[in-house]
């Protein structure tokens, strides 16, 4: 049976747990791994999912060792479920949760961020004043939203009555979005639609939120009513090139027009305009709806730091590891987790389960006395939604090549139910299996 297939591959088995798969009800938790002896002082930076996930596999593999958590959020945010709560498909609710039900019981967690951080002297200090010195740092604290650098845009502009949605700012701002979405869908106009000019969390998702506000406007019969528009800085619809092939394709047979090198500047609420940087000059449009998503940046702290490349992604400030081992180029006892990480690719959540094991491996060799062999090979994934029940897995690595799962079961550039399926309901067990070390 076509189980069978799924259950002999052990990469298919691993990347559908990362993209959004059945890991759980496949068995899908890493094998027990001996235990190493330490004293060790461990700083993490950020509970988010990297966060939380390794400060669970190092409780799990390291006796004795200092593992200290530190993040200034009260909430667990669940990402990946914010563009189902923009198409009106999930609660606010669904995305939130506790931070501290996610970390173990033997670490030491301050709930405060990170005010100074100094890896010359192997110290940190935090926004409450607290001195915390390690022999380990990892960096996972994601990204921040750069909303001030998009002129005329303040976050409490988003919802129906002004026709704004910012599905990236928070659970509840996802949720207004859906209310801004769902007027624009029953009462039509101008819709706008793109990303933001920096690398991003999860690119896909300005790209997904266009198609599943298009399938609405359609599914409620009001698709002759409403104009969708999509604006891009870049000169594609995605940066991997066989799969901005097809995107472009649904998006001229669902007659979605699109713009590149279009950069937005600025927009007027009162006026209903957005102002973009185009090749030719400086473009004003009229709109009824627009999704703003923000420029993404290294948080100010990390910036500082001096753990920032000087040479690549100066404007945003991602951190220089290397992009095999994930360790730092010049401090070697930092790591880098996720989003925060200055690599060609991996700002996803499924990038995260594959950092994890390569990051556990180096530091916990390192204790040992011994060589780390884990690498990252930019493995990256997407269940791309193209419709209300339909959705691409697309699955690439560092050299764009496309890492199907499942080969001759789920062709990654086809509109299918079961990818539908792994996003909407398989992925949120996985991700939380993830938090909690077992996937």
């Known amino acids: 049976m076509e189980f069978d297939k799924l259950t002999a591959s052990r990469r298919g088995f691993l990347g559908l747990a990362g993209a959004g798969g059945a890991a759980l009800a496949l068995g899908g938790a890493p094998a027990e791994a001996a235990k190493v002896r330490t004293n060790a002082r461990i700083l ?41 709560i923009a198409a ?20 030491t967690f301050i709930n405060e961020y990170a005010a100074e951080l100094d890896p010359e002297a192997n110290r940190v200090v935090t926004t ?13 604290t994601g990204v921040v939203l750069d909303w001030d650098a998009i002129e005329g845009f303040d976050l409490s502009m988003v919802g129906p009555e002004t ?19 769902d007027r624009f869908t029953s009462e039509g106009g101008v819709g706008l639609f793109g990303r933001p000019e920096t690398e991003m969390k999860c690119a896909g998702a300005p790209v ?21 528009i999509y604006t891009t800085p870049g000169g594609a619809l995605f940066g991997v090139p066989v799969i901005h092939h097809r995107v472009r394709q649904i998006m001229d047979e669902r007659d979605i027009t699109y713009n ?3 950069k937005l500047l600025s927009i007027d609420a009162q006026a209903k305009t957005a102002t973009f940087d185009t090749p030719e000059f400086i473009e004003t449009v009229e709109w009824d709806f627009i999704n703003v998503i923000a420029p993404q940046r290294a948080p100010q702290v990390i910036r500082d730091s001096g753990l920032s490349w000087a040479d690549r992604w100066t404007d945003e400030g991602w951190i220089e590891v290397d992009m095999q081992t994930l360790r730092h180029a010049r401090y070697p006892n930092v790591f880098g987790i996720g989003d925060i990480n200055g690599v060609p690719k991996g700002k996803t959540a499924a990038s995260v389960k594959w950092h994890l094991p390569v990051v556990e491996d180096h530091l916990v060799s390192e204790i040992a006395g011994r060589e780390g062999t884990r690498l990252f090979d ?3 994934s997407c ?12 699955e690439f690595d560092y050299q764009d090549n496309l890492v199907p799962s499942f080969p001759g079961l789920i062709a990654p550039l086809e509109e299918l139910w079961i990818s539908w399926l792994m996003k909407e309901v398989a992925l949120k067990a996985t991700y939380n299996a993830m938090l909690r070390g077992r996937a």
């Open 260 to 262: 590149y090198r279009w």
């Open 88 to 107: 009106g498909l999930r609660p606010a609710s669904y995305s939130k949760s506790s931070i501290t039900g996610w970390l173990p019981r033997d670490i």
């Open 208 to 228: 997904k939120i266009t198609f599943l506000a298009e399938d609405i406007a359609n599914t409620k019969g009001n698709r002759d009513k409403c104009e969708f």
């Open 163 to 181: 026709g704004i949605g910012a599905q990236y700012a928070s659970p509840e701002h996802a949720a207004k979005t859906w209310a801004a979405i």
């Open 128 to 140: 409450g004043g607290q001195r915390i010195d390690y022999d380990y740092l990892i960096v996972s």
């Open 378 to 380: 930019g493995y990256t």
């Open 383 to 394: 269940p791309l939604i193209t419709r209300v029940g339909r959705a691409m897995l697309v």
């Open 44 to 84: 993490i930076l950020g509970a988010g999912a990297g966060g939380a996930a390794i400060a669970n596999r190092l409780s799990d593999r390291l006796e004795g060792a200092q593992i200290t958590v530190l993040d200034g959020k009260q909430e667990h945010w669940y990402q990946p479920g914010f563009t189902l």
